[in-house]
């Protein structure tokens, strides 16, 4: 249960609500929008910001559900893998590819894929480091306005799983909706989530 009580719509004035009705049936967020509801203005604003970029597809879909599922496993955040990873596997990525990221070794991943996983992982975890070659590389697949909505997409995963983790939003629904979603897997194509291993860098960001 969360560390705060959570909120209904009606506690809202009426167009906020609105936003607050409409969000949760974006995906698995009543419990996230019941927390956040105790600041308006950043329910508000992010909720909205999340469901225009949705509607926009700036990105393709599947990177950005990638780069949520890489992030959320780099942070052991089940909720947010709970969420997104049925997500992932509408965008055309096998379940048992999806539970082994942050690896890209499944053949399901292509280069463009592999690339997003990097990013993803760097900005996640030595974003002032990375080196120029990794932005000329996104530059042969993305323009300048994808990189930046990339970007923003991995470094706001990166506040839901701690903003998710520190309230523990969660109705409780999240490891088992993770479970159901892994059961179809064979016991030796997948292992139990768990805090991944942090990978090693090099002084300039790159991964080794």
Not at 21 to 41: C, E
């Amino acid at each position: 249960m969360p560390r705060v009580t959570p909120l209904p719509s009606s506690a809202l004035a009426p167009e906020i609500a609105e936003v607050y009705d409409r969000f949760v049936s974006y995906g698995p967020f009543r419990d996230q929008a019941a927390v956040l509801a105790h600041v308006p203005p950043a329910l508000d604003h992010l909720c909205r910001m999340l469901m225009e970029l949705k509607a926009r597809r700036g990105v393709t879909w599947r990177y950005i559900e990638l780069a949520i599922v890489v992030v959320s496993q780099l942070n052991a955040c089940t909720y947010c893998v709970a969420s997104h990873s049925p997500v992932l596997a509408v965008e055309g990525l096998p379940a048992d590819a999806i539970a082994a990221l942050p690896s890209t070794d499944h053949p399901a991943f292509d280069e463009v894929d592999r690339l997003v996983v990097e990013y993803a992982t760097l900005v996640t975890q030595n974003a002032g480091r990375i080196r120029d070659n990794v932005f000329d590389r996104l530059r042969r697949h993305f323009s300048e306005a994808e990189i930046v909505e990339l970007t923003l997409r991995i470094a706001l995963a990166g506040f839901y799983n701690r903003f998710n983790d520190a309230l523990q939003i969660d109705d409780g629904s999240a490891a088992d909706r993770l479970a159901a979603f892994l059961a179809p897997l064979e016991p030796q194509d997948t292992q139990p989530i768990r805090p991944p291993h942090i990978s090693s860098t090099d002084d300039n960001g790159d991964l080794r």
